[in-house]
């Protein structure tokens, strides 16, 4: 019987890298570019989600299925998430969820919601339209909507009065 000063041990632990959600979106830049229009590139909206994330440690928390889905929903409508342009933000929520089990619990989920500029955008993208107008109605503004053959939209503003 060998002893065990005699064994020749060779072990080589390879350490596992935990795949990270950061390596996940690198991952997925192929299909984001698929997914995007030409004015926007892979590189750049990886770039904007990675930094969203960074800012937000709350959305590193969530599942990386909703993140990266909320992700392919905003690359398909070519708006960029958590920006100064606010055309959209990916926002993280606490949901329950029923395990296999029978038992609830909690679990981070990403969302994406686009925002009235990225709305804007959506639209004059579209073009179905050839001019877009708007702005904030106030209290005590005056503000009139009629639908029908001849719509009409009519905002006065009360600027003699508090708004």
């Known amino acids: ?13 390879q350490p ?8 996940m979106i690198e991952k997925q830049k192929p299909g984001f570019q698929l997914a995007l229009p030409p004015e926007l590139t892979a590189d750049r909206f990886t770039r904007i989600a990675i ?14 299925q909703s993140l990266l889905g909320s992700l392919m929903t905003a690359a398909q409508l070519g ?8 055309e959209a933000v990916l926002i993280p929520y606490q949901i329950s969820q029923k395990n296999r089990d ?15 500029r990225g709305m ?4 004059w993208n579209s073009g179905m339209i050839d001019s877009l ?27 003699d009065k508090d708004r």
């Open 51 to 64: 930094t969203a994330l960074k800012q937000n440690p709350k959305l590193q928390a969530c599942t990386p």
């Open 1 to 13: 019987m060998a002893k065990p000063s005699d064994l020749k041990r060779e072990t080589s632990v």
């Open 133 to 159: 107008e708007y702005d904030t109605i106030c209290t005590n503004d005056v503000f009139e909507y009629v639908k029908g053959e001849n719509p009409v939209f009519r905002h006065v503003p009360a600027w």
């Open 120 to 123: 804007l955008k959506l639209v």
């Open 16 to 23: 596992i890298e935990r795949e990270t959600i950061f390596t």
């Open 79 to 86: 708006l960029e998430v958590n920006t100064p342009l606010h």
């Open 102 to 116: 029978g038992s609830w619990s909690k679990v981070m989920e990403a969302q994406f919601q686009p925002e009235y």
